[in-house]
C-alpha cells in the first residue's frame, strides 16, 4: 500500500522560500492534493492535482510531483503561512485515500 | 457554495457507540462522481482518513478501523453518517467531514468539525 512521507517540521524565515516534501512509491503517477491545516480550523486545500491552485489560494504557493516526491513550494513565506502541511492521495493498491503525516511550518 | 456541518455528542463513555452525522448543502449526493470522506484529528497528532460513501452507495473504509465503522447516506436529507464502535480514549478527537471527488480524490471543502471525547 502507498505510504506518504513528509518530513516532521519546517522552518524559514518570513519572505524565503518554504519546500515541503511528500514522499511515496510512484507518487508522480497519482495525484498529489496539499492541505493547510490551523489550529482549530477546518483543514483547507491549498493544491489540488500536483500544481493547480484552488480559487482564493495566493500565487506564491505552487506544486510539483515527479517520480517518488511531491512538494509543496511556498514562495515569500509570511507569518501566516505558519501552520501543518498535509499530502494526500488515492492509492491505486488498496483503492483508498491516503494521508501524509503532516508537515509543521515555523515562520522564524 | 459547499457547506458541510458535523453534529454529535461532544462526550461519549468508553465501550459506547458514536454516530454522527454530516448535513451538507451545494451539491447532491445521488450526482456521479460526488462522495463524502470522514477524517479525523485527534489532539496534537496528524490527520486520520476514516470512511467514505459514493454517490452509487459504494463505501471505503480504513483497513485500522473498518470491523468498528460503517458509513450510510440519506441522500433527500443531505446527510451523511459515521457510526463508530467500541470506543477508547484514542478516539478523541475532532472530526471532520468533506465533499469527495471521486475522479480526482480530492477533498475540496470541508466542514469545520466537531470535538469527541471518549471519557468515563
Known amino acids: 500500500s502507498l505510504v506518504l512521507t513528509q518530513p516532521p517540521s519546517v522552518s524559514v524565515a518570513p519572505g524565503e522560500t518554504a519546500r515541503i516534501s511528500c514522499g511515496g512509491n510512484?507518487?508522480?503517477?497519482?495525484?498529489v492534493h496539499w492541505y493547510q491545516k490551523r489550529p482549530g480550523q477546518a483543514p483547507l486545500m491549498v493544491m489540488y492535482y500536483d500544481s493547480d491552485r484552488p480559487s482564493g489560494i495566493p500565487e506564491r504557493f505552487s506544486g510539483s510531483n515527479s517520480a517518488n516526491t511531491a512538494t509543496l513550494t511556498i514562495s515569500r513565506v509570511e507569518a501566516g503561512d505558519e501552520a501543518d502541511y498535509y499530502c494526500?492521495?488515492?492509492?491505486?493498491?488498496?483503492?483508498?485515500?491516503?494521508f501524509g503525516g503532516g508537515t509543521k511550518l515555523t515562520v522564524l | 457554495q459547499i457547506n458541510l456541518r458535523e453534529s454529535g455528542p461532544a462526550l461519549v463513555k468508553p465501550t459506547q457507540t458514536l454516530t454522527l452525522t454530516c448535513t451538507f448543502s451545494?451539491?447532491?449526493?445521488?450526482?456521479?462522481?460526488?462522495?463524502v470522506s470522514w477524517v479525523r484529528q485527534p489532539p496534537g497528532k496528524a490527520l486520520e482518513w476514516l470512511a467514505l460513501?459514493?454517490?452509487?452507495?459504494?463505501?471505503r473504509y480504513s483497513p485500522s478501523l473498518r470491523s468498528r465503522l460503517n458509513i450510510t447516506k440519506d441522500t433527500s436529507k443531505s446527510q451523511v453518517f459515521l457510526t463508530l464502535t467500541d470506543l477508547g480514549p484514542v478516539d478523541t478527537a475532532t472530526y471532520f467531514c468533506a465533499h469527495y471527488d471521486y475522479h480526482t480524490s480530492e477533498m475540496a471543502s470541508w466542514g469545520q468539525g466537531t470535538l469527541v471525547t471518549v471519557s468515563s
Open positions: 460513501i459514493y454517490w452509487d452507495d459504494d463505501t
Open positions: 510512484n507518487i508522480g503517477s497519482v495525484g
Open positions: 494526500q492521495a488515492w492509492d491505486t493498491s488498496s483503492d483508498l485515500p491516503v
Open positions: 451545494g451539491f447532491s449526493l445521488g450526482s456521479s462522481g460526488v462522495g
